[in-house]
């Protein structure tokens, strides 16, 4: 059984830091992509982030490009999501979520494991 547990959300001002931790748990995940993505009020999810747990490859959504990192552990089987120069349009739900690494793509349909989410609040 696969388990994705966030934490590390909260309020923060405009230009502040926050880092979002994943702990992963249920499976060896070194054929998974691990990726963050966010949901505001009446939008749709979208992609944030992505590091491919072999290889430490990563990609990015344009806009946190440059403000946001995504790393992981392998040892502690956790995914972190650093993120620097926090601007207002970042408040959201933040997720974790884990795909197979053959299955390519950013869409959140291709990710099967998801976890509950941690709010993100940047204050003007």
């Known amino acids: 059984q696969v388990q994705l547990v966030e934490s590390g959300g909260g309020l923060v001002q405009a230009g502040g830091s926050l880092r979002l931790s994943c702990a992963a748990s249920?499976?060896?995940?070194?054929?998974?992509?691990m990726g963050w993505f966010r949901q505001a009020p009446g939008k749709e999810r979208a992609f944030v982030a992505a590091i491919n747990w072999n290889s430490g490859n990563t990609d990015y959504a344009d806009s946190v490009k440059g403000r946001f990192t995504i790393s992981r552990d392998n040892a502690k089987n956790m995914v972190y999501l650093q993120m620097n120069s926090l601007k207002p349009e970042d408040t959201a739900v933040y997720y974790c979520?884990?795909?197979?690494?053959?299955?390519?793509?950013?869409?959140?349909?291709?990710?099967?494991?998801w976890g509950q989410g941690t709010q993100v609040t940047v204050s003007s």
């Open positions: 249920g499976r060896t995940f070194s054929t998974y992509v």
């Open positions: 979520a884990a795909k197979r690494t053959v299955v390519p793509g950013t869409s959140p349909s291709l990710y099967g494991y």
